[in-house]
């Protein structure tokens, strides 16, 4: 049987191989020999808690394990690929997949956990099925099915991770049904958040009653629980949710702090004011710290009611609780002074967000311009933005389509063509819209007509 390395098609690229002159760098880049091997294995672990920041450094840490007599273990070399899969920029799956070739090669006889980090790998890049092949190479290593529960859940959180819900639902029913395998809080944790991220919540309440039916089965875990009501708010199925609130309590799990916050959210957003209201006392007698989030949905809520003297008053609160309000706090009150037509104000919060070290982003600077751009103050839009790119933030496409409008219903064409202008040097694609915005007949007052 050929093997899943080959199937990928995989080339070693000349960046992969081992300098034979050293064997790692250091911060400086200058090389560092280390002779003693469990010196060696101590620093190979310390690199690994602080992370790196390019392949070059863990490949050659890799082959230098290698070289070692004897050689370190399995746990050793998944301590290092999975350091080297934690920082997503890197895109290292393809590298661990050949890394792991040279293991096979060597004879270094994988274990479970080593096989789920390569299945992981094959998932991340879409190649669900040459996971499949390691469930057949842990029986042939005599590795008992009832312990292959974590390539298992590797397999179903891979095709969640793929959008493929209908092949998760298969394999779970393969692991349960035909080989007696007990699903664990990660195989349901894991579909459940499937499930609700496609919008079946009758799928995922029926998963929860299959927890609760099994005699011998693992109970749902307040993640489940958090998962469910919070898919079932999004979904405006608001009776539901209080029911499976409810029934948690029952079943003496008790709410936290994201509990609440889905709830109050979710109740909210629907109209359910006073229901919402009630579940905040109802949380705070509870004893339970409101968290950032929390502060945070209060100030989204109370702006968007215009209750902006309400959302103002939350941020004196966090503070005097030892809170920092952060980004989002301070763009959500903003927005509210700008639905309120209080314009000065949001542009002095804009000041007092430097002021505390917070620093505004994208979303900030584009809610101060729209709110300036509706409220006609096409000039003072137009400082924002020059202030935002002194803050080395670049616009996107949606503040160009902001911009754009309303410099032209202001008569301000050529300064609208600029922009277009400018956007297409920035590489963005514009829409339809932004394109053809200058050039649609301009609006004019009897005055200026």
């Known amino acids: 049987m050929s093997s899943p390395f080959s199937k990928l098609g995989f080339r070693f690229h000349p960046h992969l191989h081992f300098n034979p002159r050293y064997f790692c760098n250091s911060a400086n880049g200058k090389p560092i020999f280390i002779h003693d091997p469990c010196k060696f294995m101590n620093y190979v672990k310390k690199s690994c808690r602080l992370g790196f920041d390019d392949l070059q450094f863990p490949i050659n ?7 070692l007599v004897p050689k370190p273990s399995i746990v050793d070399f998944s301590r290092l690929f999975t350091a080297m899969l934690k920082h997503k920029r890197l895109h290292s799956h393809y590298t661990v997949i050949s890394l792991f070739s040279h293991l096979d090669l060597s004879g270094i006889r994988p274990d479970l956990q080593s096989m789920s980090i390569l299945a992981n790998c094959y998932c991340h890049l879409r190649r669900v099925d040459f996971g499949y092949s390691l469930l057949a190479k842990s029986l042939k290593l005599g590795y008992p099915f009832d312990s292959d529960l974590i390539l298992f859940n ?13 092949e998760a639902i298969k394999l779970l029913d393969v692991a349960v049904v035909k080989l007696g395998i ?4 990660v195989t349901y944790g894991t579909m459940v958040k499937g499930l609700c991220g496609i919008g079946d919540n009758a799928g995922a309440l029926h998963l929860l009653r299959r927890m609760n039916s099994h005699p011998n089965g693992c109970k749902p875990s307040i993640v489940i629980y ?3 009501i919070d898919g079932l708010l999004k979904d405006k199925l608001v009776t539901e949710a209080l029911n499976l609130f409810s029934v948690m309590k029952t079943e003496g799990i008790k709410p936290d702090v994201f509990t609440y916050n889905s709830m109050i959210r979710g109740m909210f957003n629907l109209g359910c004011k006073g229901e919402a209201k009630e579940m905040l006392v109802e949380m705070m007698e509870s004893n339970i710290e409101l968290n950032v989030a929390t502060y945070n949905m209060l100030v989204d809520v109370y702006c968007k009611d215009k209750m902006t003297d309400d959302a103002e008053a939350i941020l004196p609160i966090m503070i005097k609780r030892g809170l920092t309000p952060d980004v989002v706090a301070y763009s959500a009150l903003m927005n509210g002074y700008c639905l309120c ?14 002021k505390s070290n917070c620093q505004p982003d994208v979303v900030t600077f584009s809610t101060l311009i729209n709110g300036f751009v509706k409220h006609h103050r096409i000039d003072k839009a137009l400082d924002i933005l020059h202030e935002m790119c002194e803050h080395g933030i670049a616009p996107n496409i949606v503040l160009y389509n902001i911009l754009i409008d309303g410099l032209c219903e202001a008569g301000h064409v050529q300064d609208a063509e600029n ?5 297409l040097s920035r590489g963005l694609v514009p829409s339809r819209r932004t394109f053809y915005a200058h ?6 007052s009897s005055e200026t007509c």
């Open 61 to 67: 840490l890799f082959h230098k394990m290698m070289s």
């Open 154 to 166: 590797t397999l179903i959180n891979g095709h969640v991770y793929n959008n493929q819900l209908r």
């Open 182 to 185: 007990q699903p664990d809080i």
């Open 226 to 228: 958090n998962t469910l």
């Open 341 to 354: 037509g209080q314009m000065d104000k949001a542009r002095d919060l804009l000041d007092l967000m430097v």
């Open 419 to 423: 922009l277009v202008s400018d956007l």
């Open 439 to 444: 050039r649609r007949p301009v609006k004019c």
